[in-house]
């Protein structure tokens, strides 16, 4: 299996409600970084979190790290029909952080 | 400045033609890295140069598929005799020296083989 699971796979919202999705990783991490991909586009580097870190906030996004469950969790605020994408979460490991790895992503619909 | 930039866009072959992908890096980057993502998948690494020098090629199917990152111009992933199966986004990153995991990804090309 991936290091990296999102879930739910998908997750339909109405604008202004919260936005939860989890992500389960197997061993332990460096970092763990999460991504936007909107339809047929390329990734956008959203936050990075530290494996010593247990919360960052950046704008309307709350990351949570829990080292012990191997999870981490992207809280998006009053969610926007400009938030539907699909959202990765991305870890890295051992020596070679550079090797990002990859689930296979939630996909996010805000309905207006 | 400009972000990582990828070319084309979209790549259509025929089974067993060659397939060339292109990836300029960030200006100032100097790490470059390519990652597939076949359809309702996460990304999946490829491989990791720097100029001149593949550091790491262990995502790289060992055959067919081979990359480079010259002194002068883009990186290229290249694929020979395309098959059905390698049709997939393919997206390039790149990194500032000595900060590796903070990658900056391209627009990703498409490539589809008929």
């Known amino acids: 299996s991936q290091q990296g699971e999102e879930d739910p796979q998908a997750l339909s919202i109405q604008e202004g409600e919260n936005a939860t999705m989890n992500c389960s990783y197997k061993?332990?991490?460096?970092?763990l970084q999460w991504y936007r991909q909107n339809s047929g586009r390329g990734l956008v580097h959203l936050i990075l979190i530290r494996s010593n870190e247990r919360e960052k906030h950046s704008g309307r996004l709350r990351v949570t790290l829990d080292t012990s469950k191997k999870s981490s969790s992207l809280l998006i605020t009053a969610s926007r029909a400009a938030d539907t994408a699909s959202y990765f979460c991305?870890?890295?490991?051992?020596?070679?952080?550079?090797?990002?790895?990859f689930g296979k992503g939630t996909l996010l619909t805000v309905n207006p | 400045n400009a972000g990582v930039m990828q070319n084309p866009r979209h790549l259509v072959r025929r089974r067993g033609q060659e397939a060339r992908l292109r990836c300029s890096p960030m200006k100032g980057h100097s790490h470059v890295y390519w990652y597939r993502q076949l359809p309702e998948e996460g990304l999946k690494f490829m491989v990791y140069?720097?100029?001149?020098?593949?550091?790491?090629e262990s995502g790289m199917p060992k055959e067919r598929f081979s990359a480079e990152f010259p002194k002068e111009g883009p990186s290229i992933l290249r694929i020979q005799q395309v098959v059905r199966g390698d049709s997939a986004a393919y997206f390039c990153?790149?990194?500032?020296?000595?900060?590796?995991?903070?990658?900056?990804f391209g627009p990703g090309t498409r490539l589809t083989v008929t």
């Open positions: 991305a870890t890295d490991s051992g020596g070679s952080n550079y090797k990002l790895t």
């Open positions: 990153a790149s990194s500032p020296p000595g900060v590796v995991n903070e990658q900056y």
């Open positions: 061993t332990s991490i460096n970092n």
């Open positions: 140069l720097q100029k001149e020098n593949i550091i790491d």
